[in-house]
T-cell receptor, first 113, second 114 residues
Framework: DAGVTQSPTHLIKTRGQQVTLRCSPK?????VSWYQQALGQGPQFIFQ???????QRGNFPDRFSGHQFPNYSSELNVNALLLGDSALYLC????????????FGPGTRLTVT | KQEVTQIPAALSVPEGENLVLNCSFT??????LQWFRQDPGKGLTSLLL?????REQTSGRLNASLDKSSGRSTLYIAASQPGDSATYLC?????????????FGEGTQLTVNP
C-alpha cells in the first residue's frame, strides 16, 4: 500500500516564476492538506482540500492556490515566487477532513533564487 | 490564535540516557496532540497521538503525556539510541467542527551520541 507521494522531490525556480507541486494521497484517503516548512521552523498550514474544494485556509496570500482532482490527488500552485517561498512543502492526507490522524508525504524542496 | 512552543530547541545526550522533550500550547481547547519525528530533509513520521480526553500514550520506548488544562505535553524517550537522532515536532489540532488543521511547534533537534 503506497503512502503519500509527492513530486518533484526538489525544484529550483527563479524569483517571479510560477511553480506547481503535486501530491497523491494514501490509498483510501480523500482529503489533502498542504504545509510549508521553512528551514529550522515547524510546518505552517496552507490549506486543505476535500471534495475538490478548498475547505480551510491558513494565513497565506492569494499567490498560493490549489486544486484537487476527482481521484483525490492535489496540486499546489505558487505564483510570482519570492525568495521567502523557499521551503519544504509537505502534503498530508486523511480520510475525511475531520479525521484525527494525517499521514505526511516526504515533501518537495523548493529553492527560489 | 493557537501558539505552540517546544523546549529545548536542541538537545545533545549520550547514548542510553533517558530524556524529556517539552511542548506547551496557549489555547487549551484542543481536539488532540500529536508528536512527530522528522529526519533531515524528510517528511514527518507520526510517533504518538493523544486525544484530549487521554492523559498519556505509550509506544515502545516512547511515552507522551498531556495536561490539557495547563497546556502542556511531554515526550519521554527511554534508553536513547543514536538512531533516535532527529527533530521532534509537537502539533495540536483545535476543537473545530470540521477540518484537521495542525498547529506545529518549531521542534526540538535531538542528537544522541554513541
Amino acid at each position: 500500500d503506497a503512502g503519500v507521494t509527492q513530486s518533484p522531490t526538489h525544484l529550483i525556480k527563479t524569483r517571479g516564476q510560477q511553480v506547481t507541486l503535486r501530491c497523491s494521497p494514501k490509498s483510501g484517503h480523500d482529503t489533502v492538506s498542504w504545509y510549508q516548512q521553512a528551514l529550522g521552523q515547524g510546518p505552517q498550514f496552507i490549506f486543505q482540500y476535500y471534495e475538490e474544494e478548498e475547505r480551510q485556509r491558513g494565513n497565506f496570500p492569494d499567490r498560493f492556490s490549489g486544486h484537487q482532482f476527482p481521484n483525490y490527488s492535489s496540486e499546489l500552485n505558487v505564483n510570482a515566487l519570492l525568495l521567502g517561498d523557499s521551503a519544504l512543502y509537505l502534503c498530508a492526507s486523511s480520510f475525511r477532513p475531520g479525521s484525527y490522524e494525517q499521514y505526511f508525504g516526504p515533501g518537495t524542496r523548493l529553492t527560489v533564487t | 490564535k493557537q501558539e505552540v512552543t517546544q523546549i529545548p530547541a536542541a538537545l545533545s545526550v549520550p547514548e542510553g540516557e533517558n530524556l524529556v522533550l517539552n511542548c506547551s500550547f496557549t489555547d487549551s481547547a484542543i481536539y488532540n496532540l500529536q508528536w512527530f519525528r522528522q529526519d533531515p530533509g524528510k517528511g514527518l513520521t507520526s510517533l504518538l497521538l493523544i486525544q484530549s480526553s487521554q492523559r498519556e500514550q505509550t509506544s515502545g520506548r516512547l511515552n507522551a503525556s498531556l495536561d490539557k488544562s495547563s497546556g502542556r505535553s511531554t515526550l519521554y524517550i527511554a534508553a536513547s539510541q543514536p538512531g533516535d537522532s532527529a527533530t521532534y515536532l509537537c502539533a495540536v489540532r483545535g476543537e473545530e467542527t470540521s477540518g484537521s488543521r495542525l498547529t506545529f511547534g518549531e521542534g526540538t533537534q535531538l542528537t544522541v551520541n554513541p
